[in-house]
């Protein structure tokens, strides 16, 4: 069974950074895709950032590009979000989710779509002066 533990979320002021972890467990991390989702108060869900674990490949939404980095660490089964430049807008609930690549192309799910099969269990961001 897959168990998602992210952690690193925390009151920041905007222009400051912070690096979400999510560690991972119960799964051949390097066949899994990783991502990270974002929930704002009062909006859907959406898609900050993913990653192939195997291939390295990685995703970004619009919103997020040249300010966040997405990043693994296969011995420690653990995927990061590194995030710089924070904005007001960046104030969310922060998911970790994950799933088996071969799974995600068999169902047609593409990056950033909000499909994925294992979810953890959130962290707070809030970006504010």
């Known amino acids: 069974q897959v168990r998602l533990v992210e952690s690193g979320g925390a009151l920041v002021q905007p222009g400051g950074s912070l690096r979400l972890s999510c560690a991972a467990s119960?799964?051949?991390?390097?066949?899994?895709?990783m991502g990270w989702y974002r929930q704002a108060p009062g909006k859907q869900r959406e898609g900050v950032s993913c990653i192939s674990t195997g291939e390295g490949e990685t995703y970004y939404a619009d919103s997020v590009k040249g300010r966040f980095t997405i990043s693994t660490d296969k011995a420690k089964t653990t995927v990061y979000l590194q995030m710089n430049s924070l904005k007001p807008e960046d104030t969310a609930v922060y998911y970790c989710?994950?799933?088996?690549?071969?799974?995600?192309?068999?169902?047609?799910?593409?990056?950033?779509?909000?499909?994925?099969?294992?979810w953890g269990q959130g962290t707070q961001v809030t970006v504010s002066s």
């Open positions: 989710a994950a799933d088996n690549l071969a799974s995600l192309v068999r169902r047609g799910v593409g990056p950033l779509d909000d499909d994925f099969g294992s």
């Open positions: 119960g799964m051949i991390f390097r066949l899994y895709v």
